[in-house]
């Protein structure tokens, strides 16, 4: 059984930093797309940043130059650090894994994904 576990959430000031982790176990040897969603209530879940399995990224404009997506393999576990964090940052982030290709174009697309963390709360105040 797959399971991703997020963690890293927290409450900041604007400006300031938080790397959140996401830790994937109950499968060996696949290679995989993974990505971070983030959702407001009342809002549709969005992609925030993603990898590919050949290790190309993909950023949402809004947070290019500012947010960096990484994994290491070995420990199964796929970052997201976050700087100079902005009020409109705040929100549910979401790890989501697929085992298998995706086009580059759609490593955003959350209905893309198989397999999702439960979340973690990141809050930013102005």
């Known amino acids: 059984q797959v399971q991703l576990v997020e963690s890293g959430g927290g409450s900041v000031q604007a400006g300031g930093s938080l790397r959140l982790s996401c830790v994937a176990s109950?499968?060996?040897?696949?290679?995989?797309?993974m990505g971070w969603f983030r959702q407001d209530p009342g809002k549709e879940r969005e992609g925030v940043a993603a990898i590919d399995n050949n290790g190309r990224v993909k950023y949402a404009d809004s947070v290019k130059g500012r947010f960096t997506i990484s994994q290491d393999n070995a420990k199964n576990t796929l970052y997201l650090q976050m700087n100079n964090l902005k009020p409109e940052d705040t929100g549910v982030y979401y790890c989501?894994?697929?085992?298998?290709?995706?086009?580059?174009?759609?490593?955003?697309?959350?209905?893309?994904?198989?397999?999702w963390g439960q979340g973690t709360q990141v809050t930013v105040s102005s």
């Open positions: 989501a894994a697929i085992f298998g290709p995706l086009e580059w174009w759609y490593l955003l697309h959350s209905d893309q994904y198989e397999y």
């Open positions: 109950g499968y060996t040897g696949s290679s995989s797309c």
